[in-house]
Nanobody, 117 residues
């Protein structure tokens, strides 16, 4: 069973930055970040194709968050700038194996991000 492990969460003031990291299971996986705030469902944040050639973002984070992938290290990053209190959530890394229609088959345990006002 593939297990993803996120790191880099923490407490930051509004306007600050954090960078999340996640070890990818392999170079041919599309990778994504999701988040779940207290009392809410899990929502999509960002996605990057296995080659790194395409990225997609939720409207709420466009222009503030950047997803990137280091295929030499098999690591995906989420650089979060200009953080807002509403970004407070548990952030999850997810992996989509090649050829499965974009389904997210593997998930990490999550890392807490708390943004204080």
């Amino acid at each position: 069973q593939v297990q993803l492990v996120e790191s880099g969460g923490g407490l930051v003031q509004a306007g600050g930055s954090l960078r999340l990291s996640c070890a990818a299971p392999g170079r041919t996986y599309d990778m994504g970040w999701f988040r779940q705030a207290p009392g809410k469902g899990r929502e999509f944040v960002a996605r990057i194709t296995w080659s790194g050639g395409a990225t997609y973002y939720a409207d709420s984070v466009k222009g503030r968050f950047t997803i990137s992938k280091d295929n030499l290290k098999n690591t995906v990053y989420l650089q979060m700038n200009s953080l807002k209190p509403e970004d407070t959530a548990v952030y999850y890394c997810a992996a989509s194996p090649p050829g499965n229609g974009g389904r997210w088959d593997y998930w990490g345990q999550g890392t807490q991000v708390t943004v204080s006002s």
